[in-house]
């Protein structure tokens, strides 16, 4: 089982998230939440799960994305050191081109 880490820029993104839904309701951000942290355990077992985003290589190489409706999970997979890392978590109606590109 690879091992999951949440980059910097990843755990801002959550903290950004959170706040805007909790605005809307506590218990609707407290779901979401959950609900994104569940599928990014998913990847400590099946780590290729997302899909390739050879667009983005630019950034990186190796970025994968795993959806969470409507957001989008960026993360690369180590498989030398088996480490998970969640890149971002942005909103997929972003423009992620200029997101990567800041």
């Known amino acids: 089982m690879a091992t999951l880490r949440f980059t910097a820029p ?3 993104d ?4 959170y706040a805007f839904i ?3 309701g506590p218990d609707r951000a407290r779901t979401f939440a ?3 942290y569940a599928r990014c355990m ?3 077992t099946h780590p290729l799960a997302g899909r390739a985003r050879p ?3 630019f950034v990186d190489q190796g970025l994968r994305s795993l959806p969470v409706r409507p957001i989008i999970v960026f993360y690369r997979y180590d498989e030398l050191l088996d480490v998970v890392d969640i890149v971002r978590v942005v909103d997929g109606r972003r423009d992620l081109h200029t997101l990567f590109a800041d």
């Open 10 to 12: 990843a755990r801002e």
């Open 14 to 17: 959550l903290r950004a998230l």
């Open 22 to 24: 909790a605005a809307d």
């Open 34 to 36: 959950e609900k994104i």
């Open 42 to 44: 998913l990847l400590t």
């Open 55 to 57: 667009e983005f290589s």
